[in-house]
């Protein structure tokens, strides 16, 4: 199926019925990854028509930003994998898994991880709901070298102290050199 006919399925016989249920006429958010299927003019209009406001989260950040991603998709592969586990060890397993004790699984790993408390708890830990944007610029910052700033940049040392702890840092002066006021001493 063409993907630009399936996004714009899913938003007419998915989305939209779901949400006007509950919603009416209310603006609703719809969060989403950028891929080409999703931004053609009819899917666009479609939503502008729908009172629906387009989210779309920046390229190569759905491993922070995507409550599916980060919160649920992991959860749901653990609890599929625990059935399969469970039956294995059963002994009932002969001759593999097939298709018709596949669905239960997926079915009960279904249940089991898209519970409201967690879809709940992946909206939290991306920072979109509550508005927390240190949950992911903290994820961020913990990445950037020391003696970088955010973009990865080195920093300009802006004092004798830094340029010397810098020095040290690449090796290249004893770690029990000190500045005083005039001169370095060794301790």
């Not at 630009?4 to 989305?15: K, T």
């Not at 040392?157 to 020095?167: A, M, N």
């Amino acid at each position: 199926m063409n993907t630009n006919l399936f996004a714009l399925e899913w938003l007419q016989e998915g989305f939209l019925p779901e949400t006007q249920l509950k919603c009416g006429d209310l603006p609703r958010l719809l969060i989403f990854d950028g891929h080409g299927a999703h931004i053609t003019f009819e899917f666009v209009s479609k939503c502008f028509s729908h009172n629906i406001l387009l989210l779309r989260l920046p390229a190569h950040s759905t491993h922070l930003l995507q409550p599916l991603d980060v919160g649920l998709f992991s959860l749901y592969q653990h609890f599929y994998c625990l059935a399969v586990d469970n039956y294995m060890r059963s002994g009932q397993n002969i001759a593999g898994i097939k298709k018709s004790i596949l669905i239960p699984f997926l079915t009960e790993a279904r249940r089991a991880t898209f519970t409201t408390h967690n879809i709940r708890q992946s909206f939290s830990s991306t920072g979109i709901y509550p508005l927390n944007a240190r949950r992911v610029l903290g994820k961020l910052a913990s990445k950037v070298p020391k003696g970088r700033d955010t973009l990865g940049i080195i920093k300009s040392p802006s004092g004798s102290q830094e340029i010397l702890h810098q020095v040290q840092a690449a090796g290249l002066l004893p770690d029990k050199i000190t500045l005083g006021n005039s001169h370095p001493t060794m301790d």
